[in-house]
């Protein structure tokens, strides 16, 4: 056996269409498969997805209205009453600092959250919780129970 002689299982190589070469061909002499005449018959057609035809396109349409502040810092926001439905149901502990990883661990926020607790509810037991940022009287009823609400970086 030579390896200059081996080739393809007979049927497992098939021929390449030539598309757009006549009738004789097989594959059409009129349209060449590719359904109909016009911009996206011909090769190369890259049309994007917000183009109208040539019409004013929607977002030239629409006036600008606003503004949106690239620094603005977004936080997930979780109540008091959250926290304490949580502890109550057994998936939080009241023995163990809560941090924003504790939290993440229970499914209140998301790897990447920045963490902000509120004040609304009650809070009955002494809770250590770190945080990204507090309100005023999240950190009052925290500390009120005897607790201590850290912030964060």
Do not use: C
Request: aromatic fraction near 6%.
């Amino acid at each position: 056996m030579d390896l200059s002689r081996l080739k393809p299982a007979k049927g497992a190589v098939r021929e390449r269409k030539r598309l757009g070469r006549g009738v004789g061909s097989g594959y059409g002499g009129h349209s060449s498969t590719r359904g109909t005449k016009g911009q996206k018959s011909r090769s190369g057609q890259k049309i994007p997805a917000y183009f109208e035809g040539g019409q004013m396109p929607l977002v030239r349409r629409v006036p600008k209205r606003g503004f949106r502040n690239p620094f603005r810092k977004e936080y997930r926001v979780i109540n008091l009453a959250d926290l304490s439905r949580w502890i109550e149901a057994g998936r939080l502990s009241t023995e163990a600092p809560i941090t924003p990883e504790t939290l993440v661990a229970a499914g209140l926020a998301r790897k990447r959250d920045r963490i902000k607790i509120l004040g609304d509810g009650e809070l009955s037991v002494a809770l250590q919780i770190s945080a990204h940022a507090f309100s005023a009287s999240a950190r009052q009823k925290i500390e009120a129970a005897g607790g201590t609400a850290t912030v964060i970086a």
